[in-house]
C-alpha cells in the first residue's frame, strides 16, 4: 500500500494513505483528545474536541475525519489549538449536570478526565439547561439523556456493531436528543440489551444498572475470563470489589468479541452469588435431598447408570451437554455416552 510521509510535532511520521490524522499520531505516540471517535466505528467528527493545527489551512481540523497527505505538517498541542479545546468543553459542561461526586461513571468518564487536564471546572456559557427524564424502564440499562453529550458513538455502535438501528439523533439545534424511534423507552422498543451503547458511552449517559451504587470503577479489580454462556468463547472482564463480582464490563482487547457481548453474556452474572445457587452435590434419600461430596456423588452416578444399563440396555440412557461447557467437555460427553453407555442418544441444549 502506499505510504505517505508527514510531520506531527516535530516528528517524522509515516503511514499508509487513507490514515486520518488521528489515527497516524496515535501511531507515533502521541495523544489527541476525543469524545466521539472509536476505531471499531466509523468516523463521525461529531465533538470536534481533537482539533489540529495544520500548516497552509486557515481552520482547525477535527483529525479523526482529516486523511493525511505527503509533507503534511501539524501541530497538535498549540495555544490555539488549546484554546479552542477549552472552549468546547466548556460548551459541553455549559448543558451537562455537575454532578461528579456521585455520577456512576466517575472515574472513567472522558469528559471528566479532559475537564481536568485543560483545567475546566465549569460551563461559562449561561442558558438553557436540557431537563430529559432519565429512563429506568428496564432492569439492565440506565439512560439518562441529561448527561449525553451527543458524540453518537451508541447510535453508531447499535447500527454498526450489533446491526439493530434502534438509537438515533431525534430533533434538531439544541433539542436534538438520541432515542428510539418515536421516542419510546428502550423496554418499549426492539432494544436486545446487549449493551454495546454502554461500552462506547464516554460519559454516564449509559450505565449499567445492576452496577448502580456497588462502589467506583477505581474500587473494582478487574478478572479477565471467558463468558461461560455458550462456545464462541467471548472475553468478558469481572468487576470484583470485596472479592464479589459486582458486575461484567468488556473490554477491547477481546480477540473473538472487542467490546460486543450479548445480553446474557454482559448481564448475566447475578446467579453467582445467587443465594439458591447450588455449591455441593445433592443426593435424594427418603424423599429429600442432603448434601455429598463429589467423590459420593460421581459413584452414585456411576453405579445407577450401570444398574439401568444392565436391566434396561443402553437406549434407556440418554445425556444432554450444555453450551457453558467448553469444546472439550463436550466431546468427552459425546465419546461417554457413545462409547461407556453405549447409546447415539444425546443432545446440546444449542441445538434449537
Not at 450401570?306 to 440418554?318: P, T
Not at 468427552?332 to 441445538?351: E, P, Q, W
Request: aromatic share 6%.
Amino acid at each position: 500500500m502506499e505510504k505517505v510521509s508527514l510531520t506531527i510535532d516535530g516528528r517524522q511520521v509515516e503511514v499508509s494513505a487513507g490514515t486520518t490524522v488521528l489515527e497516524a499520531a496515535r501511531s507515533a505516540g502521541i495523544e489527541i483528545p476525543t469524545l466521539c471517535h472509536d476505531p471499531e466505528l466509523t468516523s463521525h467528527g461529531a465533538c470536534r474536541l481533537c482539533v489540529v493545527s495544520i500548516e497552509g489551512m486557515r481552520n482547525l481540523p477535527a483529525s479523526c475525519v482529516t486523511t493525511v497527505r505527503e509533507g503534511m505538517v501539524v501541530h497538535t498541542s498549540t495555544p490555539e489549538v488549546n484554546e479552542a479545546r477549552k472552549t468546547i468543553l466548556e460548551l459541553l459542561l455549559s448543558n451537562h449536570p455537575n454532578d461528579c461526586m456521585i455520577c456512576e461513571k466517575s472515574g472513567e468518564c472522558k469528559l471528566q478526565e479532559y475537564a481536568y487536564l485543560y483545567g475546566v471546572k465549569e460551563g461559562t456559557f449561561a442558558g438553557e439547561q436540557s431537563n430529559y427524564h432519565p429512563d429506568d424502564s428496564n432492569p439492565m440499562i440506565y439512560r439518562d439523556n441529561n448527561k449525553c453529550i451527543l458524540c453518537g458513538k451508541c447510535v453508531r455502535a447499535c447500527e454498526e456493531v450489533q446491526g439493530r438501528s434502534i438509537l438515533g439523533f431525534a430533533n434538531r439545534g439544541f433539542q436534538t436528543k438520541v432515542t428510539p424511534a418515536l421516542d419510546k423507552p428502550l423496554s418499549e422498543s426492539e432494544c436486545v440489551f446487549c449493551g454495546s451503547c454502554i461500552s462506547v458511552c464516554p460519559v454516564g449517559a449509559l450505565t449499567e444498572k445492576g452496577m448502580m451504587g456497588k462502589g467506583r470503577r477505581w474500587e473494582m479489580k478487574k478478572v479477565r475470563t471467558i463468558c461461560p454462556y455458550c462456545g464462541t468463547g467471548c472475553t468478558i472482564e469481572l468487576n470484583v470489589k470485596n472479592g464479589e463480582v459486582v458486575g461484567v464490563t468488556s473490554t477491547e482487547e477481546g480477540a473473538v468479541n472487542g467490546r460486543a457481548l450479548c445480553i446474557k453474556g454482559r448481564f448475566g452474572y447475578n446467579f453467582i452469588n445467587h443465594p439458591d445457587r447450588l455449591k455441593t452435590p445433592l443426593i435424594k434419600e427418603n424423599g429429600s435431598l442432603r448434601e455429598a461430596t463429589w467423590e459420593e456423588a460421581i459413584s452414585k452416578v456411576a453405579e445407577n447408570l450401570s444398574k439401568i444399563k444392565e436391566e434396561y440396555g443402553s437406549d434407556a440412557l440418554a445425556t444432554l451437554t450444555s453450551a457453558r461447557c467448553t469444546n472439550e467437555d463436550n466431546y468427552i460427553m459425546n465419546k461417554f455416552t457413545r462409547a461407556v453407555l453405549g447409546t447415539n442418544s444425546i443432545d446440546h441444549c444449542a441445538r434449537l
